[in-house]
């Protein structure tokens, strides 16, 4: 298994473009979620999704869109960047509680480095 | 006050050194409680649960107190591959309800 992938790794974007950031799971997980990370500051929740289909924002949303088609794919979209966003973004997914040796327990994907000039 | 707090560190310390962390936790509500382990450029990982009886892990020893609110990790012989920044996770609710400490860093010198 492949696990959590993201691409890109890197990408640097100019203000006021807007790009989607791709994720992909291949466990099977019902629960996914985007994350980002800043200096002095812990990871926090952008949007998340209990399952294909439903999507809900977490606590940092704005400017950020997500779609939930498959279980596999779940997709981050800036719609207009902006110097703010540049951050480290992670995408994770979590098979839940059911029969789950760690209930809620999360997989990371490597990251992608995103800078807003 | 922080819903989670971490020192940040760093913890410099030798190789076979123990070494412990703290976390706090301000929500008296809180169910379950983690450490990730998280390496320089790259994604967090599992560390391991923290139950509230305490639980071990080869030389990974984690405790939860609810009455001080504070979780803790606790390395014994710390090898060179342990340096890494430990994240602190605690988890109010459903799967959304989750709240990251900034971390501490801990390098282990040889």
């Known amino acids: 298994n492949a696990g959590v992938t993201q691409t890109p790794k890197f990408q640097v974007l100019k203000t006021g473009q807007s790009m989607t950031l791709q994720c992909a799971q291949d466990?099977?997980?019902?629960?996914m979620s985007w994350y980002r990370q800043d200096p002095g500051m812990g990871l926090r929740l952008i949007h998340y999704?209990?399952?294909?289909?439903?999507?809900d924002q977490g606590e940092v949303p704005n400017g950020y869109n997500v779609s939930r088609s498959t279980t596999e794919d779940f997709p981050l979209r800036l719609l207009s960047a902006a110097p703010s966003q540049t951050s480290v973004y992670f995408c994770?997914?979590?098979?839940?509680?059911?029969?789950?040796?760690?209930?809620?327990?999360?997989?990371f994907g490597p990251g992608t480095r995103l800078t807003v000039t | 006050r922080k819903e989670v707090e971490q020192d940040p560190g760093p913890f410099n310390v030798p190789e076979g050194a123990t070494v412990a962390f703290n976390c706090t936790y301000s929500?008296?509500?809180?169910?379950?409680f983690f450490w990730y382990r998280q390496d320089c450029r790259k994604e967090p990982k599992l560390l391991m649960s923290?139950?509230?009886s305490g639980n071990e892990d080869g030389r990974f020893t984690a405790q939860l107190n609810r009455a001080s609110q504070y979780i803790s990790l606790l390395i014994r012989d710390s090898k060179l591959s342990d340096s890494a920044t430990y994240l602190c996770v605690v988890r109010s609710g459903g799967y959304q309800k989750v709240t990251f400490g900034t971390g501490t860093k801990l390098q282990v010198i040889p």
């Open positions: 466990m099977n997980h019902e629960y």
């Open positions: 999704s209990v399952g294909a289909g439903i999507t």
């Open positions: 923290v139950y509230s």
């Open positions: 994770a997914s979590s098979e839940g509680t059911s029969g789950a040796k760690t209930p809620y327990e999360q997989y």
């Open positions: 929500n008296s509500a809180s169910q379950s």
